[in-house]
């Protein structure tokens, strides 16, 4: 059984650089048919949609993140990487890594447990 | 804001039968894309659990029900139970995003 689990800093400054990575288990980062993505939820907000990433390396990110985003993945490790540029508070958010799985049309269908980053000085 | 609307909550009596609506338009759900559902209880991750517009993945009861007509979809909980409250999100995708995926507003149950 496929597990995800984040890992990175809980805090970030202000117009510095967000590096989160989700660690796989229990399977091959590299499997056929499988993307990998990112999911943040603000405080008392809603579910966002950040990117995502084929082990091929081919990327997709929300166009209103597009220029602030780099999604990376490192098969070696069984891992793939979240980088997000330039924060602001509003940068602050639970973040979830995420498999999209064709088996179930593209849906999400193994999430991480999400951890807390905090943008603030 | 999200192109996915969605109730923000929705409320019932533990065996009632309640529904969550997700309107989009024809950039997203009208065009043919595949709606999901996920539930996400408090303190927990978010479950998948409806795919493909109508599709319940192993274990998820069949108290959970999925449909999708022209721009909009709907989840459907029946046998309402205490261990369902919490938030229900859709998603699909949209052309006008080129075709990345987007989440609805979110609706929260309550069981009464």
């Known amino acids: 059984q496929v597990q995800l689990q984040e890992s990175g800093p809980g805090l970030v400054k202000p117009s510095e650089t967000l590096s989160l990575t989700c660690t796989v288990s229990?399977?091959?980062?590299?499997?056929?048919?499988?993307?990998w993505g990112w999911v943040r939820q603000p405080a008392g907000k809603g579910l966002e949609w950040i990117g995502r990433?084929?082990?091929?390396?081919?990327?997709d990110y929300n166009p209103s993140l597009k220029s602030r985003l780099t999604i990376s993945v490192d098969t070696s490790k069984n891992q793939f990487s979240l980088n997000l540029s330039s924060v602001t508070a509003a940068d602050t958010a639970v973040y979830y890594c995420?498999?999209?799985?064709?088996?179930?049309?593209?849906?999400?269908?193994?999430w991480g447990q999400g951890t807390t980053v905090t943008v603030s000085s | 804001q999200s192109v996915l609307t969605q109730p923000p909550s929705v409320s019932g009596a533990p065996g009632q039968r309640v529904t969550i609506s997700c309107t989009g338009s024809s950039s997203n759900i009208g065009a043919g894309y595949d709606v999901h559902w996920y539930q996400h209880l408090p303190g927990t991750a978010p479950k998948l659990l409806i795919y493909g517009n109508n599709n319940r993945p192993s274990g998820v009861p069949d108290r959970f029900s999925g449909s999708k007509s022209g721009t909009s979809a709907s989840l459907a909980i029946s046998g309402l139970q205490a261990e369902d409250e919490g938030d229900y999100y859709c998603q699909s995708s949209d052309s006008r995003l080129s075709g990345h995926y987007v989440f609805g507003t979110g609706t929260k149950v309550t069981v009464l």
């Open positions: 990433i084929y082990t091929s390396g081919s990327t």
């Open positions: 995420a498999r999209v799985s064709s088996h179930y049309y593209y849906g999400v269908d193994v």
């Open positions: 229990g399977g091959s980062i590299s499997s056929s048919n499988n993307y």
